[in-house]
Structures are given as C-alpha cells and as structure tokens.
Nanobody
Framework: QVQLVESGGGLVEAGGSLRLSCAAS????????MAWFRQAPGKEREFVAV????????VYVDSAKGRFTISRDNVRNSMYLQMNFLKLEETAVYYC??????????????????WGQGTQVTVSS
C-alpha cells in the first residue's frame, strides 16, 4: 500500500502561483510514477503532469507547459507541483496519484493505483 497526502492548495488570484506538495509513505517511493490530476465541478478527472520513477521523465498537459513544473524528492518521499500564472479555469480539486513504474496508462486516472484525498485550488478574478 502507498498512502498519499496532498497539501498546498488554496485561494489565489488569476496570474498568481501555488506550490502543491504530495507526501508518500508505505513503499519504495522511487519505484513509483507520480502524477497530478485535477477535477473541476461537473467534469471528469483530467491529467495534469507526471514524473516517472525510473528516469524522472516529465510530461505535462499542453495547457500547463511552460507554467507548471513537476518535481520529486526521492529522499523525502515527496512530489511537488509548482503552478505559475494560474488561470480561472484551473480551479479544481488537485489529486496526487501513484502507480508502479512500467507499462500502462500513464496519462489516465485508470492507470493509477493510489490516490490522495485531494486539495482544493481556487483561482479568482
């Protein structure tokens, strides 16, 4: 089992920044691909970014490229998402997710075994 706990959400004005954190426990952190997803009211959960466990490769949803940065600290068993120039439409609950590194659905919620409880990000005008 892997336990995930997100933090760092909050209220921010459009154009502002937030840094989300995800603390993991339970297994060897570096063996897991770690991702961020988000879900706005009435919408499906969508992929935001992933960082692989084996090589640390990073992939972002197109809308986040150049503004968001995903990172991980395998010593501290933590993952982060630095979000800059936030937009109104990025208001959502942001979830941390984990899956054992390897083949599979890297960009779909269906590919992830473990989830945090979510942290609310609200972007205001």
């Amino acid at each position: 089992q892997v336990q995930l706990v997100e933090s760092g959400g909050g209220l921010v004005e459009a154009g502002g920044s937030l840094r989300l954190s995800c603390a993991a426990s339970g297994r060897t952190f570096s063996d897991y691909d770690m991702a961020w997803f988000r879900q706005a009211p009435g919408k499906e959960r969508e992929f935001v970014a992933v960082i692989t466990g084996d090589r640390g490769n990073k992939v972002y949803v197109d809308s986040a490229k150049g503004r968001f940065t995903i990172s991980r600290d395998n010593v501290r068993n933590s993952m982060y998402l630095q979000m800059n120039f936030l937009k109104l439409e990025e208001t959502a609950v942001y979830y941390c997710a984990a899956r054992p590194s390897g083949p599979g659905l890297l960009y779909s919620p269906k590919g992830y075994h473990y989830w945090g409880q979510g942290t609310q990000v609200t972007v205001s005008s």
